[in-house]
């Protein structure tokens, strides 16, 4: 059983910067996929950010060249530096883990999210 743990959200101003972190409790397969997805009010929740163990990213086309996602493995944890903030990155941002289980069955945990809020 893993926990994910999400910290750094708030209040900021538009072109503003914050970052997130998300710390995961528990051992993780050495075969995972990590990252943050985002909803906003009325709207579904939507991919921001992920990264691959093997060090792959993806990047919704709305983040990117803003957006940097990373991880450190050693300490179980991800990082999202948000740049140049918008209005429309406001939004409960929800940290996610996909890994194998020792079923070697794939299982998706969620951070309970953090609230960025980017107005002036």
């Known amino acids: 059983q893993v926990q994910l743990v999400e910290s750094g959200g708030g209040l900021v101003q538009p072109g503003g910067s914050l970052r997130l972190t998300c710390e995961v409790s528990?051992?993780?397969?050495?075969?995972?996929?990590m990252g943050w997805y985002r909803q906003a009010p009325g709207k579904q929740r939507e991919l921001a950010a992920t990264i691959t163990s093997g060090g792959n990213t993806n990047y919704a086309d709305s983040v990117k060249g803003r957006f940097t996602i990373s991880r450190d493995n050693a300490k179980n944890t991800v990082y999202l530096q948000m740049n140049s903030l918008k209005p429309e990155d406001t939004a409960v941002y929800y940290c996610y883990l996909g890994t194998y289980n020792y079923r070697r069955q794939w299982t998706d945990d969620w951070g309970q999210g953090t609230q960025v809020t980017v107005s002036s």
């Open positions: 528990g051992s993780i397969n050495s075969i995972f996929t």
